[in-house]
């Protein structure tokens, strides 16, 4: 077995880690760690949302839907995601956040990958329970 392949399905490797497939947080070794992107397949409940904006922006990130009805919220924008394929990119220093308005699945590609954007454990407690 070659340690620098990895072979896997996103809907099922995605659960075990709040989404993400590729990316800094991933085990060094692992060939799925990056710190150049970072790879999410987003799994959305129908009122999942982002509950804190993510300020303060480093990163450029791509956003496409698989599935579903989803919004991104931008500084005086709201972006809806409605066919499959459509998409929203954003640069550094754009702030943002997010609302499932309808069960979905997006593809969220990020670079470069950089820690400090987590949002906390019971911060995402509170999303589940409000669902």
Known sequence: MDDSVYVGNAGK???LDRGWLLGHFK?????????AVEIK????????????WVKGEERTALLVLISGRFRVELPGRSVLLTQQGDYVV??????HSWFAEEESVVLTVRWPSVPGYAVPEQDQD???LQT
């Open 13 to 15: 490797d995605a659960a």
């Open 27 to 35: 085990d060094v070794g692992d060939p799925r760690h990056c710190e």
């Open 41 to 52: 397949w987003g799994v959305h409940a129908h009122g999942d949302e982002r509950l804190q």
């Open 90 to 95: 954003w640069g550094r220093g754009v702030d």
């Open 126 to 128: 509170q999303v589940r």
